[in-house]
């Protein structure tokens, strides 16, 4: 089955702590994104990758970190520098291809609670 | 920068009824897409519908069509005969068809209740 993976579906985080969010993808996309999602609001985009080893920040990069070391994986880490990670994350990816972005497609998301 | 906007935080219909929800955007360029996206409480978002902005006609997805007025900057969906799985936030959204702008820029959510 080709599709975006993000484990796990439930995470809880003490303060302080550093946790990393798994975000997997088989449908050879280029391009990978995080998003957060608080309640009632809208997603905001953390950081993406259009290329394996490069990234750039999002809107609300503050207190993460990533790394794209492979094209089908995308982890994100939540750092105890990040002040309310409570929230629902999301993955998506996305077609690149000649510089041309396409459709992006999501995972079905993560909840992290900071205890 | 872009922004979206979804003035109606909550709409209701009735099963088997139409119902049109609103996104308008602000933008300054000229070519772009925009998606209407489905978050049932299962929390997955769905791709729903997708618009080119060269495009004039507008798209349609089955029960689902769009009303585009690039003039206007509006985007508002229309679902046709209701069904009770319609219910769940829906997300309006902008891209930007510039190379480097594979961002996507989401309104806040019109949540959409289906009575029976």
């Known amino acids: 089955d080709g599709g975006i993976t993000q484990s796990p579906k439930y995470l809880f985080r003490k303060e302080g702590q550093n946790v990393t969010l798994s975000c997997e993808q088989n449908l050879n996309h280029d391009a990978m994104y995080w998003y957060r999602q608080d309640p009632g609001q809208g997603l905001r985009l953390i950081y993406y990758s259009q290329i394996v080893n490069d990234f750039q920040k999002g809107d609300i990069a503050e207190g993460y970190s990533v790394s794209r070391e492979k094209k089908e994986s995308f982890p994100l880490t939540v750092t105890s520098a990040q002040k309310n990670p409570t929230a629902f994350y999301l993955c998506a990816s996305s077609i690149d291809r000649r510089g041309v972005t396409d459709t992006q497609y999501f995972g079905p998301g993560t909840r992290l609670t900071v205890l | 920068a872009q922004t979206v906007t979804q003035s109606q935080p909550e709409m209701s219909v009735q099963e088997a009824e139409t119902v049109t929800l609103s996104c308008t955007y602000d933008t300054s360029e000229s070519d772009y897409y925009l998606f209407w996206y489905k978050q049932p409480p299962s929390r997955q978002m769905i791709l729903v519908i997708r618009?080119?902005?060269?495009?004039?006609q507008n798209a349609t997805e089955n029960r689902f069509s769009v009303n585009f007025q690039k003039a206007a900057k509006s985007f508002s969906l229309k679902i046709s005969d209701s069904q009770l799985g319609d219910a769940a936030m829906y997300f309006c959204?902008?891209?930007?068809?510039?190379?480097?702008?594979?961002?996507?820029?989401f309104g806040e959510g019109t949540q959409l209740t289906v009575n029976p």
């Open positions: 618009q080119e902005a060269y495009k004039q």
């Open positions: 959204a902008y891209r930007s068809a510039r190379a480097s702008g594979s961002r996507l820029t």
